[in-house]
């Protein structure tokens, strides 16, 4: 199948162009602080399942702006002392899902998370948060909404959240503060690398096929959605394109990446048409922490599903001293 | 071709089942009445176009919740006396576009108005409108935007803009009060039959393949988005249906086709996929003032196009007794 | 969206005119009764995972001709006294996947197990059980593979399988030889129901979407792969309608339902374009024993997915008094 | 999304290979004169509109072997002199559409005229006009009607009818022979610039995204139809490559471009999969006159739309002293 | 497979209500009258190819007004006594392609004749036959080219192309001018029914999965070109619905067929998405000479193909006396 | 239209980098001995058809393992002498078809033998031929069927069975054994590719559009199926790269190429996205032989159809001095 993009070894040796603005580390420092100050509670309640050997709750707690904001928090019945933490985020689209769906982290002896996505949770998986800041003119779906401006941007509000949900499960005393790793597929991947480059509590980063890297080689290499998102936006917005990409800036996981220092594992398919494997070398290699990646030569999007999370539990195990 | 949805006579007689909610005066009501109250001020510029034989101005209006929306007011530069007006609204993902295009009804002698809508205005023609106001978890796009609850949902928001561009238009002297008349095609068209049964000022109402009419027959219908939004909604919050149409009842244009009184030029494409033509039907055959119907038998979405326009024009001419 | 098949009431009204041979019941009791004789080992081997609140096995058992065939035990690391079983089948093309996937039922108290599917597992989740076994000239995949005679039909050999795998599991001493339940979607679904049909010691059928009822309807109303390779190789192979249909018959779930005797929860979906509703309905209306079915009204061939899952637990707890 | 075809610099830089037949000027001299020589009558009948602002003329002029041909011309109603001309030429398989269509340089104070397309206007936009000449074997369309010899090619018919209009335009007393342009998008933009560089009456030049320019390059870069036309035609008529570019040369803008003198405004799309910016460019580059372009980076063959029709009238106004 | 049209018991019943015009004897009498009156050469000249056990002869003779028209006449090079002759006109889109190919009705004993079809045959095989004369707007095709007048439609030639061969190949002295039987598939069975029910001459006619029939369901029931031309074009000229038809009664076949005496061997596709089965029946139903019928009951428009041919060699033969 | 892959001067010069296996020779051997070995009748039976110019028979003969193959053996009814023999290969899903297809070598004086496809012929066209070999896990098709071990791949079957078809050929009295050649497209392409690498009593070798050819190319490059089953197998069974092509080594038509000594006239098509130029030039640019090759540069996979076919009876006519 022809490739969608570079191969190897140009991948090995692309270096992406993305700026860093003067001031993305105040940025992101002044918009955690707010969102810490605007407070809120947390809640953590157990999901009526049919689960014995570990079981699942259903918690809320205070996001960007300190909005409501869901997860599922899964524990092994059976455990002794601290619990390391996974904080999993989700794919463009969906949703945490449901109570009993994910087990293999909390079966291998982990607190696991998995947190909601505001807004989303309607496409392939269900969930249960509000967005509730709106947007100005923008392209069905989450890439183009408030783009016009880096304090309005829908993903400042979600890697809030995702750092608020560390916050939130570091305030409970069966998880280990020393042993926190967060992960994802896709969007997931995403901003587990925005995560790991805010947040210093983090130890671990595993994202897989990670989406919002690289964005201007992404609107020009992606064959499918969402990137083409910010695609249609421009042909339409014409005279945005400065706009646009000045505020992408601040959210370009090339340059969380170029922050990072906690130990990474990540994955990237070379066939892959969502997320080119350009993209996601493109935070790779700018990636300032110890780092090991797999390539699935012959995956698009899906990339490396259970030989991936099967990797995942081995290689973060070994690190956290699991098992 | 095989027709997508029923053909005549089975349309002529087809009557649609959508519910009357006890309070749906009264919500719209209220709806109206909260925004009037919201206030906010009417701005209008003159554009900078090369256009002589017609003006172009740039208008700003409060709508719902006080929200300023955009439109392009388009007067003949040569006129004596107070004009009849036509709103236009505006098909789904669209804006406004440019000052400079849409002049047939200010070529034609009248007040011409496009309003913007909210939120959209990136997919295939440009707005500059923001909606400020977020969602519960939704499909990307703006039919389940909020759909869980009838006082959140976006078209609660949007149909309350076209009113209030109606407040805003009778404001002007060069208006006559006596002579107003909305049209839109698709989304526009159902804004259009919203606008025409709450609002008694409207004396002509032309919808044109509109959408947003007889929801429960069209998610079973309709072959192309965006009414299959509202299927993928519901094939994940798999729990909800009647929630939902709880909500899409207070919005559907079969109930306000009920209590409309205008005159009315309705069109109709019996190879539509997006808006079948028994959803059409289902508001037409319902639309309690005089009304009438042009059918173009071999068209899909696209409708009537240039030949409808035409038509809207020498029939709307003849009831304004323009020309 | 336009529903590909019947709707309600025609569905719950539907009764298949798939034929019944005469033959039925031997044609399965020798096929049985010789797979048997063949004989072969059991290996259970514990598989190298993280997991500790579950525990995984690979297991291997004899098949059809004898033939190894592969599978996932999983088992709660606690428990205690025997364990109700559930044997889940895998949908067309797919295999048993890795040894920490699809954990909840093992969570919730139950000995697992996820059977091989012999020479698929390829496609979309990987297998490792040859076919040894090849066929006259036929389309790709599996459908028509020695489709001109019952006795070399790809479907022997796997529901045969699956009637094995019974023996094998209650050939272990943790497992209750009284609460057996099998499930599976699509063509696990498919093969559930024939197992429930032909043996029984299974005391649950849970079949999702089922495939591989009412073949005489299916090759009419599916939109998409896998019936339709039947209509592809009829289409090539014109004059062989008859014998087609007539080894068809030994393996249509609605003959296999119309024997069974377990408690039955089915599901289905209406706008399934793969296994078309009123196939499904061809085998529920026709299942002999007490049954239920869960209609997912917006959903295709995915169905219910986790909502489900649940709803499977939540049922079958009850059933054999679990948790 | 993967750039069709180059990008920046090396548009920029791109040289055409196409050849310039010794006999290039000849033969269009001749064939113009031969147009004039058939003769034929003019006619300019008022049309049945509402307009007031400005009035549209159903027009009639003698074309190629001096067939009948229609357009409509559209005037302001008030004005005094004479009138710049703006000559529009029609995209692929559209016609001249309704009287009350494309009124924005009428509106401006220009003398607007829209030429019907022989045969065309059928596919997105209706004509009247026929194409009394038939042809050897070729694929629907036009691309290859009459291909094998340059003296029966459907587009020397054309773009001989595109000269004759200006003839019977510059024949109208309002009409200010010094003040000439001709515009389109796609084939129009082809036909723009074929007839400027045929026609030195014209002073200047705006095509769009323009069309029949580059065929070598053109059928080894365009992803969509019609250019595909010539590669469908050639797949079946294997021998005939040689004979079908030897005609192509004579009608190819890249051979108009390089003897054309009237000023011109380009514009390009640099994701146009119909008219890839390479073929645009090949003319760009070749072009002999004052030139500019706007490159419209993240559209497709759509190109700048209102943006560009906005440019366009800026530039036109200044350059022709208008407004 | 959803069946695109009727099932049995329906098409057997079915009645096409395509009206008969009342002149509809007298325009093919004096079409074909001014055809002979116009008259020109025939020319045979044998092909240069490596066949030794058939010969094969590149024919041209005069068809409607005279034009030169192509076609293969293909002998058995071995023979006895007059030939009876197969006359097959080709699919649309397609020619007469290469001297040695369709050898099976020559090698079988008759003499074999395959036309070119004017202006056609460059899509899928190759012709070299010219239709000189041109059209008013149409959509690129054929079945829109001069739709607006039945003296100016193009199949009013390509008809009477046909029946012109039958008098070419009737003045050949090694033809059986009692035996002569036309065929072809799609447009070459509507062209074959045509033909019979104009030409007494005809002895047998053999269409398969024929078009041209019953153009008012057709253009309802067709899923696939070429028919859906006829529905794109009113989609633009949505004044000339009666017009078209008009035309169109003179050349359905079903007229032809309720005029034809000649034993018929029709075929039919029950899954035809290009030729719907209810419009073959339209013709068969109404087919006035002893007929029968194939079903093809899983085949789209590909029909019966080599199946077909056997079954019509074995008829043919038979009816004949051949062999 | 953009070229799938590289063009000409790159095609020329383009160097497979397909790896020799050290055994492959002795592999082939024993293969070959081994099925020798096995045995089995060969039995010739005239078809029924009404041919008269050429006799078909039906012929079977034993494979690989002596397992019956079938095939059409068409000879010209009045020959004198020892005939020379085309064996023609099938391409992909398709069968040996019917007993009066593909007449024209047999009508230009060749003993003509069609061999059917094991376990194939139900696509496109009939086949009859059983393979009784089963397979590891595999994707539906055949190019993954024991593609785990080179004694298991379904190619090492095929292609013994192409050459116990010229050991069956050779024992017929009026075959000349000094004038064997092979041909086929696509997938018999690839197999006379293999024959002619493999026997050398084949003479001439005739490839189309080869498939089969540069696998390790061919992944990375094809757009459409067949090649793409592989990576489609690889996509899922993510560690079995290394075996997979360690397997095709030995079926790598460039291999056999690199050992080929007859004559061999190739097609390539420029457009082919089945079969991409660069892996037919990876075998032609390996062929030991004389060799010749045409390009149809406008052609996808279709390639050059009779335009070949042409192109080889002349070609061949001459080398063996026929005609």
Redesign the interface.
């Known amino acids: 199948?022809?490739?969608?993009d570079l191969v190897q070894p140009e991948l090995g040796a692309y270096v992406s162009s993305v700026g860093m603005p003067d001031d993305f580390v105040q940025f992101w420092t002044s918009t955690i602080a707010d969102a810490r100050q605007a407070g809120g509670e947390v809640s953590i309640v157990q999901a009526q399942?049919?689960?014995?050997?570990?079981q699942s709750f259903d918690v809320t707690f205070p996001g960007y702006g300190g909005h409501p904001i869901k997860g599922w928090l899964i524990l092994?019945?059976?455990h002794e002392g601290r619990l390391p933490l996974v904080a999993q985020y989700i794919g463009y689209?969906g949703?945490r899902?449901?109570a009993?769906?994910q087990?293999?982290w909390?079966?291998?002896?982990f607190a696991y998370f998995r947190m909601d996505t505001r807004?989303?949770?309607?496409?392939?998986?269900?969930?249960?948060?509000?967005?509730?800041?709106?947007?100005?003119?923008?392209?069905?779906?989450?890439m183009?909404r408030g783009v016009l401006d880096k304090n309005d941007y829908y993903y400042r509000r979600l890697f809030t959240d995702a750092v608020r949900a560390i916050d939130a499960l570091l305030g409970l005393d069966f998880v280990d503060p020393e042993r926190i790793a967060v992960c994802g597929d896709s969007q997931g991947g995403g901003i587990s690398l925005a995560v790991g480059g805010i947040d210093p509590r983090v130890k671990a980063v595993m994202p897989d096929v990670p989406f919002l890297c690289d964005f201007p080689r992404a609107?020009?290499?992606?064959?499918r959605d969402p990137y083409?998102e910010i695609?249609?936006?421009?042909?339409?917005?014409?005279?945005k394109?400065a706009a646009v990409f000045e505020t992408l800036n601040y959210f370009d996981c090339v340059n969380f990446a170029r922050r990072s220092k906690a130990p990474a594992l990540f994955s990237v398919a070379l066939?892959d048409e969502v997320c080119p494997p350009s993209t996601v070398y493109g935070a790779f290699n700018a990636y300032a922490g110890e780092k090991t990646i797999t390539e699935?030569?012959?995956?698009?999007h899906?990339g490396?599903q259970?030989?991936q999370?099967?990797q995942q539990?081995?290689w973060l195990?070994r690190l956290f001293g699991?098992?």
């Not at 199948?1 to 969608?4: D, G, K, L, T, Y």
């Not at 909390?106 to 002896?109: D, I, L, Q, V």
């Not at 609107?219 to 064959?223: E, L, M």
């Open positions: 199948m022809p490739f969608p399942t049919t689960l014995t050997a570990v092994p019945t059976h689209g949703g899902g449901l009993h769906e087990l293999h909390a079966a291998s002896g807004g989303q949770g309607s496409d392939w998986s269900v969930g249960e948060t509000a967005d509730p800041v709106g947007s100005t003119s923008s392209i069905p779906g989450f183009t609107v020009q290499t992606a064959v083409l695609v249609r936006f421009l042909a339409q917005h014409r005279e394109k066939m699935y030569e012959f995956n698009n899906e490396g259970g030989y999370e099967r539990m081995t195990s699991v098992g």
